[in-house]
């Protein structure tokens, strides 16, 4: 454990520029240190605050300078006091100076661990680096900023910086942008660290790494190319899923008030004879079994070891092949990157001669791997190259595992060729299809790809850590809702769909139409499937004409002021086919509005108004179903939004659901309408 | 190091869909009956050979050995099916009914149809030796007799099929023949009157939920005709949705192939909606096309008795027992979890409504360039979706109408075709598309649940074309409910060789990382490095040369079978049989080493090794691996350390008169370290471990 201590000085810029993005830092720093509670917990992290309004730092009352620097929490071993100093962060009233607060974070390394814990000092800078630092007094910025980068090198320091760009920063001047970003990228190349920039709020989450997992080598040794010619490499996991923890089982046995209680749980196996169910049959008398058709055969483990496939250690090249021999979607299993060795030029320079060269050949290495000795399988891998443009990482390569013949299920599935023309798309729809494909583009030209899978962290364990902590504080705390940054993640971009709404309804309209008139001609037909495409064709050109001009020229709407009348009043009108589900779907839009901008229940007697004549008109126009479906929907949309009162309300003043006495269509029993909301509340309670 | 063949295989990695795919192999069974031509035709005509030391291999020949190939797959994956062989057109007869030119072939302890059995696979290996004597070969349609071999054939192999419901049990006949025209021989009324009942027996048969597939053999003149007659026999005409109809072969390992695409019959791992937009969304079935096939689970025997222990499915029993109390308990269903020197509890329920992140299958975020799809951009195996063809009941294809606050008219519209014109039946049902719980907007839908599989299907193709027109991939939500996470969905143009489906079209879903799963290795090691080098435009020129020269033409992921599990169903065969060796098994997965002694590779090798290594690359390597380690430096010195104190004492003597126990442990791990002993454990384990080290 105190092998990996690590140090991690948390720098972080809280001046006015910054105030709009602190709650997603608070976020994210407190999962940082929560995780470090929970895998590191012997870790120590600081907190450093720079364009503060005051200023606390040793450095200031030692030489003077370093204004609006506070060392808000000193370095110090986890403890929930960080975690909570760092769900509320003071704002800031000043612009911040990053370098000042960097010389803090060095001195207070320096004073407390010398030249100890070497590689284990960390410095992570979170910034948006608008403003300028100040002049040096001898030479220039950047020399200055040269000097404090070696000296960190020599005190075994690294710093990563996270800058904030884009939709995260405000307009600001772009040369001082451009010279701090020249700045800070010596730190990052002399402490050869990460510089990463980040433009909305999820990369943010994912930019700062809430786990350190120190890498472990899976094999080093030899890539076998003949006996003749091996390259030394190093081969790590490239990517694996980090798991939702593992929970222990929980014993309630214990008294409560016993202090001491491990709360554990064991779990005894027991094997037992068939023949006497009673028996127990003790672990040496067990023998493994292998199913072979109908037959179970015994092999014991001594057997087994004797005879089992027994794979040379090593890993060997079977040959390059074209890349498009090799799919995307067979790649089976985590992945796995192969470096050179450390410290040997020459397998480097040969590792990067050969990904340069597949890579422009388009070629992939088909590579036999067994990693351990006594390792009982072989994994077949496609090796790819992935060449580094930074000058401090070499070129190097992934390997993904391939699947054997026994892995591949070969189902058949038809061609889409051989489908009727009606199932295929037509032009239009092609069209349609094309540009919702290129409107909805997540790796826009010349911005900052979205959800970037390296940026990009787990809602689910972001969640389990924030309930985790507010479990801690309040055990009975219910789990919180998805954070709404990342929803993101979960959920199409609203402002996407927005931008686009003319190009998802189009898209939506060329497909929509289609279904009604085929499904007409197939119902005609006695339910057998028809396509006789000159019918389906000519609906479609006859119908979406007349349907839209409809529908833009005369939409009205139920007003705020009067909901009931303006109703009643489009419910009535008998213009056009369309107006009673348009008023029902108004009328059910405005209720919603109504409930939810309700504030301590003052709009509850015009929504229920508003209930009362849209179930009246659904009586009328033989539509129960819409109003019951919509009653039940509404219940638990405000259970679900804890506004239980409403319902309450609804329960108090007898509304109920459409029975099948009072519209034949219902499918609903007097009783249960009656019942409906009365049962709803109770099962709240 | 005891070793678990279940652990090897299944790695450390244990997946959800493959169990459930497992479990669904035994409750839908599948009963096969192969029905082979044992006409002389079938060993007269010959299949060119493929290369040509070879001597011709008869259909027979190829028929046979496809079936014993795929035999041995089954009995490995699928050994609850149960699989009978009949052969029409022979001389000898055995079936249930006693029919002429129809024989069953079968071991001992085994029904007709039945599980497969090592002995029943061993024994048909050996059949074509014996097949002349025992069985015979005999024209079975000849003019002038009334006997319909055919008919015969399709009728035992239905009797034989009469067991276990339709229901449960996908009932299937498999033809192997190369006569397109069964009945050429005769003519007129007789020809009309047997073809006619033929196919009225094949009818019967289907109608009782048997398929009838066939698997044409072609002359090496003449192609198989399938319109001739067999056409009918299946029933090729009308369907729609007929999967894919491979062309008749005359290769064995077209055969072979075509076969095993014909054994696994689909099974779709489950159907989920994949919301594109607000407003449509497509039923979707997804497959395990590709999973880690790992070898059966193990069964805890009884060593004296062999006999399994309790029943198969609840082997062990687990009892819960209270660490504080040492009470038995009920499984508990809170869980805890350390933190802050507190035990945070949970109950199931809080766990799973955490994992809850997103209501619905599949929600599609955007499109992306397939150059963002990064190669380590992968934690599982990919999952295939393809549109759901089922018909309406359960699987409806849904369109949800959505108007919000902004009114898109037109989707109203929609609504009223949807009510006024009353094609849909009362499935309209209500839910809050998820994507607007948070919002401010009220926002509600009304689906619509329209039968069939046309617009599904359409818009489907639509996007899969444009995606691959276009080479973008769709980035959506989904996942499975333990682990919900952002999928990649590339899609997959339909890829047909040699007349058979090699790549189905359909997309593939392909799990993506969180940046928690991705580690930042290649940073990591620069700061271990000192300079970096990249090659020079020589030595990339260099490994060009090599790459050239070292190419597997061809490759394809499922040539090479996996050695580990072949070996593991060697022995389990020759167990089975009580054989007593075990047949040697060929490793596919080395490297072709007489190919990479080939002259021009050695060659191309050397000039790389030379641009690379220069002249001393056997010096450098010795010299790097010579090279020792801080740690091994130190380990060096403590045994030194360790070899030069030991020789201080005199360790017979100590023995002898049970002195040893006088010494400290440092002083005994003198010994230990001296000898390359293990210097673990008490002081006790540490003198014994000295005492057998001397022999004493």
């Known amino acids: 454990m105190a092998r990996n201590k690590e140090a991690l000085l948390l720098l972080l810029d809280v001046g ?122 001898k030479g220039t910025k950047e020399e200055q900023v040269t000097t404090i980068a070696k000296q960190m090198t020599v005190h075994g320091m690294r710093m990563e910086s996270i800058i904030l760009r884009g939709k995260l920063s405000q307009d600001a001047n772009k040369g001082i942008m451009d010279e701090n970003d020249r700045l800070l990228n010596i730190f990052s190349k002399e402490t050869s660290t990460r510089l990463l920039y980040v433009d909305n709020p999820i990369s943010l989450f994912g930019a700062l790494r809430t786990r350190n997992i120190t890498p472990v080598t899976v094999f080093r040794g030899d890539i076998e190319f003949s006996p003749k010619l091996k390259i030394k490499v190093m081969v790590y996991k490239k990517t694996s899923e980090e798991k939702f923890p593992s929970l222990k089982k929980y014993s309630d046995k214990a008294p409560p008030n016993d202090k001491h209680a491990t709360r554990d749980v064991k779990v005894d196996y027991e094997y037992k004879s068939s023949e006497d169910p009673d028996k127990v049959v003790p672990p040496d008398r067990r023998i493994k079994g292998y199913p072979y058709g109908p037959q179970i055969v015994p092999i014991s483990s001594a057997e087994w070891e004797a005879v089992k496939f027994k794979p040379e250690k090593g890993v060997k090249l079977l040959g390059f092949t074209e890349s498009n021999n090799v799919l995307r979607h067979h790649y089976m299993k985590d992945v796995y990157a192969f470096l050179p060795e450390p410290g040997n030029t020459k397998a480097m320079l040969a590792l990067s001669a050969l990904a340069r060269a597949m890579k422009e050949m388009n070629k992939v290495a088909i590579l036999r791997c067994v990693w351990r000795r006594g390792q009982s399988n072989v994994i077949i891998g496609v090796l790819t190259p992935n060449l580094s443009d930074r000058e401090n990482i070499p070129d190097s390569f992934y390997l993904n595992v391939l699947p054997f013949a026994e892995d591949v299920r070969e189902f058949q599935f038809p061609s889409f060729t051989n489908f009727p023309a009606s199932w295929l798309p037509n032009e239009l729809q092609l069209e349609a299809a094309d540009n919702l494909i290129k409107t909805l583009d997540l790796a826009p030209h010349g911005q900052q790809e979205v959800l970037l899978p390296d940026f990009t962290p787990n809602p689910v364990l972001e969640r389990f850590y924030r309930y985790l902590e507010l479990k801690s504080k309040d055990p009975d705390a219910a789990v919180p809702p998805l954070d709404d940054t990342l929803k993101k993640i979960t959920e199409p971009d609203g402002d996407l769909l927005l931008q686009n709404r003319a190009v998802i309804g189009s898209f939506c309209r060329s497909f929509e139409l289609k279904g009604n008139p085929l499904k007409k001609s197939r119902r005609l037909l006695g339910g057998k499937r028809s396509f006789s495409s000159v019918d389906v064709e000519g609906n479609i050109t006859a119908q979406p004409a007349n349907l839209i001009e409809n529908a833009s020229v005369k939409v009205e709407k139920i007003g705020d002021l009067t909901p009931v009348q303006d109703f009643e009043a489009l419910i009535s009108r008998r213009d056009g086919p369309d107006w009673v589900v348009k008023a029902i779907n108004e009328m059910k839009n405005k209720i919603f509005d109504l409930v939810e901008d309700s504030h301590e229940g003052d709009n509850y007697p015009k929504a229920l108004e508003c209930l009362v004549v849209l179930r009246k008109g659904c009586i009328l126009e033989q539509e129960p179903k819409q109003f019951n479906d919509f009653l039940r929907h509404l219940c638990n949309f405000c259970r679900e939004k804890k506004l239980n009162s409403f319902c309450d309300y609804l329960a108090s003043e007898g509304l109920a659901l459409i029975p099948k006495t009072e519209a034949i269509d219902s499918e609903v029993t007097d009783d249960e309408a009656r019942s409906f909301l009365v049962k709803s509340e109770s099962k709240v309670v | 190091m005891d070793v678990d063949a279940d652990d090897i295989f299944r790695d450390d990695e244990d997946d959800p869909d493959a169990q459930h795919s497992l479990l669904e192999d035994e409750s839908s069974k599948e009963y096969v009956v192969y029905l082979v031509d044992a006409s002389p035709k079938m060993f007269n005509t010959t299949c060119p050979a493929a290369e040509q030391d070879q001597n011709d291999e008869t259909h027979f020949h190829i028929a046979i050995s496809c079936i014993s190939h795929t035999l041995k797959s089954q009995i490995i994956n699928r050994s609850y099916d149960q699989v009978a062989i009949c052969f029409f057109n022979t001389r000898e007869k055995k079936n249930l009914q006693d029919l002429n030119g129809v024989y069953v072939f079968n071991v001992a302890e085994r029904e007709f149809l039945d599980r497969p059995t090592a002995r029943l696979i061993k024994e048909f290996d050996h059949l074509e030796e014996s097949f002349s004597k025992s069985i015979g070969s005999q024209h079975g349609v000849v003019s002038g007799t009334q006997e319909n071999s055919l008919y015969n054939a399709i009728w035992a192999a239905q009797a034989l099929l009469r067991k276990g419901s339709a229901k449960t049990v996908d009932k299937r006949i498999l033809l192997f023949t190369n006569e397109d025209d069964p009945f050429g021989s005769i003519k007129g009324a007789v020809k009309s009157d047997m073809t006619r009942m033929t196919l009225q027996r094949a009818k019967d048969a289907q109608d009782l939920g048997i398929s009838i597939e066939l698997l044409p053999l072609n002359h090496p003149n003449e192609a198989f005709n399938v319109s001739q007659f067999y056409a009918d026999l299946i029933g090729l005409e009308g369907d729609y949705l007929v999967d894919f109809m491979p062309s008749a072969t005359n290769r064995l390992e077209d055969m072979k192939d075509q076969l095993r695409k014909r054994m696994f019959t689909k099974r779709k791992v489950k159907s989920l909606k994949f919301t594109i937009v607000n407003g449509i969304s497509i039923q979707l079935n997804s497959y395990a096309l590709i999973r880690p096939t790992v070898p059966g689970a193990i069964t805890w025997l009884d060593s004296i008795t062999n006999c399994p222990l309790k029943d198969l499915l609840v082997q062990c029993e687990r009892t819960f027992i209270c660490a504080d109390t040492g009470a038995l308990m009920e499984e508990p269903i809170t869980r805890l979890h350390p933190y802050k020197n507190q035990n945070i509890t949970f109950s199931m329920k809080q766990l799973s409504e955490i994992k809850r992140v997103s209501i619905g299958h599949l929600h599609l975020l955007g499109f992306k360039p397939l150059s963002c799809l990064r190669d380590y951009y992968n934690l599982k195996p990919s999952t295939f979706l393809y549109p759901s063809d089922e018909p309406c009941g359960q699987n409806h294809y849904c369109s949800t109408v959505s108007c919000y606050g902004c009114h898109w008219s037109l989707h109203q519209l929609n609504i009223k075709n949807a009510f006024l014109c009353g094609y849909l039946e009362e499935d309209i049902y209500m839910e809050q598309p998820f994507g607007f719980v948070a919002k401010r907007s009220i926002f509600f839908a009304v689906g619509i649940v329209s039968q069939g599989t046309d617009n599904s299907m359409c818009i489907f193709i639509a996007l899969h074309r444009k995606m691959i027109q276009l080479n973008r991939f769709a980035v959506a939500f989904g996942g499975s409910s333990s682990r919900p996470q952002l999928v990649a969905l590339v899609a997959q143009e339909e890829v047909i060789q040699s007349g058979s489906q090699i790549e189905p079209p359909g997309m593939h879903m392909i799990y993506l990382p969180y940046s928690d799963d991705i580690r930042l290795v290649e940073e990591r090691y620069s700061d271990s490095s000192g300079m970096v080098t990249k090659a020079s435009d020589d030595q990339i020129k260099k490994a060009a040369d090599l790459i050239k020269r070292i190419d597997l033409k061809g490759f394809s992921v499922c040539q090479l079978t996996n050695p580990a599990l072949q070996r593991h169903y060697a022995v389990l065969q020759a167990l089975a049989l009580a054989e007593d060796d075990i047949p040697e098994m060929k490793d596919e997965t080395l490297p072709d080493e007489e190919g990479l002694a080939r002259p021009g590779v050695v060659r191309a090798l050397e000039e790389f090794k030379t641009s690379v290594y220069g002249d001393n690359y056997d010096e450098e390597n010795e010299h790097n691996t010579g090279e020792p380690t801080e740690a091994s430096k130190k380990r060096k010195a403590n045994a030194e350390f360790a070899t030069k104190e030991c020789e201080n004492y005199d360790w017979g003597e100590l023995a002898d008169t049970g002195k040893l126990k006088d010494l400290t442990v440092v002083e005994l791990k003198y010994y230990l370290t001296a000898n390359n002993l293990p210097v673990s454990g008490k002081k006790e384990a540490i003198i014994t471990r000295i005492l057998t080290h001397m022999g004493k």
């Open chain 1, 16 to 137: 006015p520029s910054m105030h709009s993005v602190l709650p997603e830092i608070e976020k994210v720093c407190s999962l940082l240190v929560q995780k470090k509670l929970i895998y590191n917990k012997y870790d120590e992290v600081g907190i450093v605050l720079f364009g503060t309004e005051d200023t606390d730092n040793e450095l200031t009352s030692e030489v003077g300078g370093y204004q609006h620097v506070v060392v808000l929490k000193d370095i110090k071993v986890v403890d929930g006091d960080i975690v909570e100093a760092l769900q509320q962060l003071p704002r800031g009233k000043n612009d911040g100076d990053f370098l000042d607060a960097v010389i803090v974070a060095m001195d207070m390394l320096i004073k407390k661990f010398g030249e100890t814990n070497k590689g284990k000092k960390r410095m992570c800078l979170i910034t948006n680096a608008q403003y300028p630092i100040k002049e040096s007094y």
